[in-house]
């Protein structure tokens, strides 16, 4: 009858837990040993985490085992402590930590992202398939990503995991978790700072990550959806709402316009990021989406605006004295991006700058803010980009079309450069007014070696430049700059290439890049000098400081 049967029957696994001194090797010699680590038998758990189990575990997977044993056997323990380590109990019980209301502690947070990490590497399917299976996960990492171990985590899942079909079915499902979204949702003034410049980051490397992947595996059966989404219109104006409606920060704008400089990004050499070993040392060109250049455009009217009236800023005590209106970090960003845009040469947004007037605001800046070399760098690139691009790429529009309309704005752009900016009589007026400064005893104004240039590049395009014949020297002016030019800017550029020869071949940075695609190649004396002088600069100031431009702009605090 049933009563003569014990119902409550206990595992052999709980009778060898009930003994003192059972060892872990009593425990995996049971056959029922995994079967009840995956019941989450709760005793069996706790005895596995101890610290001297798990590192037997540990031992067991990256030890040789004896080689005289029977080979049926001896690799028994080592595939048994391989089931339990990655079982999903054992990884319910790492889980739990996402689940510990923030902050997270920030040293803990980097063991667990890690040690997620590293088993995605080593057991991609199971873990992959453990966290898909917990509706939670993303929402949580999100939750903490104020925590940069956090960002880590996200991506491991986008650049560790192995081969492409499982690679793209995880980027698939985080596309349909609407992962990109939710990231540019945080990039908001209701935001605290960590979490907007972590979550501004993260966009940046997924954007970095996606494309270098797309560059170098092949054999990818279809694009990655991260990658469109972050390149859509709609995801690029949602982050610009994010920015400029209701109420404005510059913590907001910054971490906003650093997203939209890195879609910006035509080139990029393989020297940084997750992918080193694969890239380093290559350089990768990319095209620009025109989705991105269409959602920005409208826009630009704001970021005109950012650089009018920028986001209060209190005054600032500096080694020259107190600067009552610092330039600050969104207007430094909002130039960046200025620069980034024309040298796209995108006809339209040329058109929309040049109504806007934006370069005669830039250049206001330009002169106003004399020690700002970041601004002064941002504005001589703009200028670059005007002098030396072809019009539309040197196609002119079919007559009566949008194309010639765009193109004749293209060459609106130019004269205005000279008219209406001023450019050449507002070089001429500075530069008398720094030899008067000097002449009475005072310092040479900090943006001397950028007007240098500039007035460089100007004289060389006149000369060579694509767009020579239509650079005009305005009547008024014309004199003194041909005698500017044949005495004061030839004997500044002699002066200043005494050293030159011993100095020339100074490694390059990111930015010295930028100048070389800026102006043309030929190597006359005048490149040389522009070629010298921010080799010099930028050599001087990472060995003095130890970061560059990009990493200097993201720290709010110095900006001036």
């Given at each position: 009858m049933f009563w003569k049967f014990d119902l409550n029957t206990t595992s052999h696994v709980?009778?060898?837990?009930?003994k003192e001194d059972v060892t872990l090797e009593e425990l995996?010699?049971?056959?029922?040993?995994?079967?009840?680590?995956?019941?989450?038998?709760?005793?069996?758990?706790?005895?596995?985490?101890?610290?001297?189990?798990?590192?037997?575990?540990?031992?067991?997977?990256?030890?040789?085992?004896?080689?005289?044993?029977?080979?049926?056997?001896?690799?028994?323990?080592?595939?048994?402590?391989?089931?339990?380590?990655?079982?999903?109990?054992?990884?319910?019980?790492?889980?739990e930590f996402l689940e510990h209301?923030?902050?997270?502690?920030?040293?803990?947070?980097?063991?667990?992202?890690?040690?997620?990490?590293?088993?995605?590497?080593?057991?991609?399917?199971?873990?992959?398939?453990?966290?898909?299976?917990?509706?939670?996960?993303?929402?949580?990492?999100?939750?903490?990503?104020d925590t940069s171990a956090m960002m880590d985590l996200l991506?491991?899942?986008?650049?560790?995991?192995?081969?492409?079909?499982?690679?793209?079915?995880?980027?698939?499902?985080?596309?349909?978790a609407r992962i990109i979204q939710r990231l540019v949702e945080l990039i908001h003034s209701s935001q605290d700072e960590d979490r907007q410049s972590n979550a501004s980051q993260t966009l940046c490397d997924i954007i970095r990550l996606s494309r270098d992947q797309s560059t170098q595996l092949q054999d990818v059966p279809e694009p990655d959806p991260l990658l469109t989404a972050l390149e859509s219109q709609e995801c690029v104006e949602q982050l610009l709402r994010n920015m400029f409606d209701g109420e404005q920060s510059e913590t907001?704008?910054?971490?906003?316009?650093?997203?939209?400089?890195?879609?910006?990004?035509t080139r990029r050499s393989g020297v940084e990021g997750l992918m080193d070993s694969y890239t380093q040392g290559f350089e990768r060109s990319y095209t620009v989406s025109s989705s991105i250049l269409h959602g920005i455009e409208p826009r630009l009217k704001d970021f005109h605006q950012l650089l009018l009236r920028p986001p209060k800023k209190p005054a600032i005590l500096t080694t020259l004295g107190v600067l009552e209106e610092p330039l600050g970090n969104a207007r430094l960003h909002g130039s960046r991006l200025i620069a980034a845009l024309l040298h796209t040469n995108?006809?339209?947004?040329?058109?929309?700058?040049?109504?806007?007037?934006?370069?005669?605001?830039?250049?206001?800046?330009?002169?106003?803010?004399?020690?700002?070399?970041?601004?002064?760098?941002?504005?001589?690139?703009?200028?670059?980009?005007?002098?030396?691009?072809?019009?539309?790429?040197?196609?002119?529009g079919e007559p009566g079309t949008k194309?010639?309309?765009?193109?004749?704005?293209?060459?609106?752009?130019?004269?205005?450069?000279?008219?209406?900016?001023?450019?050449?009589?507002?070089?001429?007026?500075?530069?008398?007014?720094?030899?008067?400064?000097?002449?009475?005893?005072?310092?040479?104004?900090?943006?001397?070696?950028?007007?240098?240039?500039?007035?460089?590049?100007?004289?060389?395009?006149?000369?060579?430049?694509?767009?020579?014949?239509?650079?005009?020297l305005p009547e008024d002016c014309r004199g003194r700059w041909e005698s500017f030019v044949e005495e004061t800017l030839t004997e500044t550029n002699r002066r200043n290439t005494v050293d030159l020869v011993s100095t020339h071949h100074l490694h390059s940075s990111s930015e010295d890049e930028d100048i070389e695609s800026a102006f043309p190649n030929e190597l006359t004396l005048q490149q040389a000098f522009s070629e010298y002088q921010i080799q010099q600069m930028t050599a001087n100031f990472v060995d003095q400081f130890g970061f560059n431009d990009e990493e200097f702009a993201d720290q709010d605090d110095n900006i001036k």
């Open positions: 709980d009778k060898l837990l009930d995996m010699d049971e056959d029922d040993v995994l079967q009840e680590c995956k019941a989450q038998n709760r005793r069996l758990l706790d005895f596995l985490c101890q610290q001297q189990c798990m590192e037997q575990l540990v031992t067991l997977i990256t030890h040789e085992p004896p080689v005289d044993m029977d080979e049926k056997v001896r690799f028994k323990y080592p595939n048994t402590a391989c089931e339990l380590l990655t079982s999903d109990a054992l990884l319910n019980i790492l889980y209301e923030p902050p997270l502690n920030p040293l803990l947070a980097s063991f667990f992202s890690k040690t997620i990490g590293n088993l995605i590497a080593r057991k991609t399917e199971q873990v992959i398939s453990f966290l898909r299976k917990k509706d939670k996960f993303l929402s949580l990492v999100l939750k903490h990503i991506l491991r899942l986008i650049s560790c995991v192995e081969p492409t079909a499982l690679r793209q079915d995880v980027l698939n499902w985080l596309n349909e907001c704008i910054v971490n906003g316009t650093q997203v939209l400089l890195t879609l910006l990004e995108t006809p339209s947004i040329n058109l929309e700058l040049c109504r806007l007037g934006t370069m005669d605001l830039l250049l206001d800046l330009f002169f106003k803010y004399t020690w700002n070399n970041f601004l002064h760098f941002q504005v001589e690139l703009s200028i670059a980009a005007i002098l030396s691009h072809s019009v539309h790429e040197g196609k002119q194309d010639e309309a765009a193109s004749a704005m293209w060459n609106s752009l130019l004269p205005q450069l000279f008219q209406k900016c001023c450019l050449l009589q507002r070089i001429l007026d500075a530069w008398e007014a720094n030899d008067k400064i000097q002449a009475e005893g005072g310092r040479r104004r900090g943006n001397m070696g950028h007007l240098t240039r500039i007035a460089n590049a100007v004289v060389h395009n006149m000369e060579k430049g694509p767009m020579q014949a239509q650079i005009k």
